[in-house]
């Protein structure tokens, strides 16, 4: 799908099949709604006074060309107050019109709709491309009848004012790369794990370093893991016949080569059936978007390249799986990590914990600027914030706000919650350092106390991700979420 903007104050000028013209409340309406009730005489007024045309929010209705000396298909939307027209009044608006569009099969559309309220239109032309993306996004590679492509493959923008056109043509821009990224990481997450195994990650890996000079892609093996002492990583891995690898996605954007590196971690669990402590059997399918972390990583990092962002970037996944077998590592089992911390394992199906306190580790020796990692690591999360909400962790309360900050720029919610020391006293061992489950309470948060313990070189955030990575029931499929929040973090820095 192309988008394009241009200056221009006269819509009906446009060559598009379909013209989409924004109806806000009040008497005042923009020069678009005139020029085109002046060109069919008065219809417009009309229809709006009889309440046919409304300004209800997303209201859609067409009117068909041929009528009334109409050349083009006129599509209004009702967008409420414009002054009120922010973020969340767009995504309603945009979805109701791309969603009528499609139905119609209408092949381009021109729209006004950065015209409603300029406050914003900068931020909504970086959304428009991720909502329409969302809205056409179709998972059908193991479909033997594939989903008919979109009919809409043109939208055309428009802007009065010559001076905001680079602004609002660069967001539209960066709001595609970051919509690729997304979709990217849906079709990552959403492959299944006799597919989607730690080598299929390294392997996709690879390839994105293939397309991006930028880039450097190298993987570590168990042979590798092993030699860095990497021995809760390896545990868990240790009852798949699949071989757990790590890939590390390199990008030096920085004028500086050696300036700090921002890092990103990935839990990518490619199937957590629980090991020894196993699952109960019914929605064990859903564990194989437990890599939805490694998969942000991989969206992120194409997103940094593409970008061209000028800092530099480290992405992990961290590919592993979780399954029972004789040579399965136990609940009791007492792990060295390569921190040299010791772990008493508890339940083997807290095994998130385990594979990224030896990344975490590892990756001290970038010397990193922050460290982020992002992780479907607990159900507790889902119970805390339900599906709306990712959680965020961490031991810098600047990085902790600098997130949540992003997460409400890029319509991503985030939600901080707290890691104070009273939560490290369920961690606690009486044979190890610490266990790895700290018991129902505040799961999430004991979680994160686990993870700390590893991360006290550098300043660390951690975003569980377990509740909206990814829907269930009737629209299971992975949602390439927490992906806008992370690229709208890199941009801010
Ligand atoms: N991958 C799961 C967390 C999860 C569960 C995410 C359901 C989304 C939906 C993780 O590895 C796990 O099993 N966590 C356990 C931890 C517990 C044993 C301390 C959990 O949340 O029950
Ligand atoms: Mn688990
Ligand atoms: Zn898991």
């Not at 219809?43 to 009334?68: C, F, H, M, P, W």
């Not at 901080?416 to 009273?422: E, F, G, K, S, Y």
Request: charged share 20%; aromatic share 6%.
């Amino acid at each position: 799908m192309e988008f394009q903007i241009k200056n221009s104050a006269i819509i009906t000028k446009q060559k598009a099949e379909c013209l989409v013209i924004s109806i806000a409340s009040g008497k005042n309406q923009s020069d678009f709604v005139k020029d085109i009730d002046n060109s069919t005489h008065g219809l417009v007024s009309q229809l709006i006074k009889s309440g046919d045309i409304s300004s209800e929010l997303g209201r859609t209705t067409l009117l068909y060309a041929n009528s009334n000396n109409l050349k083009q298909k006129l599509l209004f939307v009702g967008c409420d107050k414009a002054k009120n027209f922010d973020l969340s009044q767009a995504k309603k608006v945009i979805q109701a019109v791309i969603k009528e569009v499609l139905a119609k099969k209408i092949k381009n559309i021109a729209w006004d709709l950065l015209t409603i309220n300029q406050a914003n239109s900068a931020q909504i032309a970086k959304q428009l491309p991720q909502i329409v993306s969302d809205i056409t996004y179709q998972f059908d590679e193991f479909k033997t009848t594939k989903a008919p492509v979109p009919s809409l493959t043109n939208v055309t923008l428009f802007t009065h004012n010559e001076n905001e056109l680079p602004q609002l043509a660069s967001n539209l821009l960066q709001g595609q790369i970051i919509a690729d990224a997304i979709a990217t990481t849906k079709n990552i997450a959403n492959m299944p794990s006799n597919v989607c195994n730690a080598k299929y990650l390294a392997d996709q890996g690879k390839q994105l370093g293939k397309l991006h000079s930028s880039l450097k892609v190298t993987c570590l093996g168990e042979d590798e893991l092993a030699k860095l002492s990497m021995n809760a990583y390896l545990a868990v891995g240790r009852g798949s016949e699949n071989e757990s690898i790590m890939t590390i996605i390199e990008y030096a954007g920085a004028k500086d080569k050696q300036a700090k590196p921002y890092v990103l971690v990935g839990k990518g669990l490619t199937f957590d059936s629980g090991g020894i402590s196993i699952k109960p059997s019914a929605g064990m399918d859903e564990m194989k978007y437990d890599m939805c972390g490694a998969a942000t990583v991989y969206g992120v990092m194409q997103a940094v390249a593409e970008l061209k962002l000028p800092i530099n970037v480290v992405g992990i996944m961290a590919g592993c799986e979780n399954m029972p077998d004789g040579n399965s590592y136990r609940p009791g089992d007492i792990l060295t990590t390569m921190s040299g911390t010791t772990v008493e394992v508890i339940n083997t199906d807290a095994e998130g914990r385990l594979v990224l306190c030896d990344a975490l580790t590892y990756v001290e020796r970038y010397n990193p600027k922050a460290v982020i990692d992002i992780a479907t690591l607990t159900g507790a999360c889902i119970v805390a914030l339900g599906h709306h909400y990712t959680g965020v962790m961490g031991n810098n309360d600047q990085l902790i706000a600098q997130l949540v900050s992003a997460s409400q720029k890029a319509g991503d919610k985030a939600w901080a919650l707290p890691i104070d020391n009273d939560f490290q006293e369920q961690i606690k061992s009486t044979c190890a350092d610490i266990v790895n489950a700290g018991g129902r309470d505040g799961g999430t948060i004991t979680a994160a106390c686990f993870l700390s313990r590893f991360t006290e070189k550098y300043q660390w955030a951690h975003l569980d991700i377990a509740g909206t990575a990814w829907s269930s029931g009737a629209k299971k499929g992975a949602t390439g979420r927490p992906v806008a929040m992370l690229i709208q973090y890199l941009l801010d820095q």
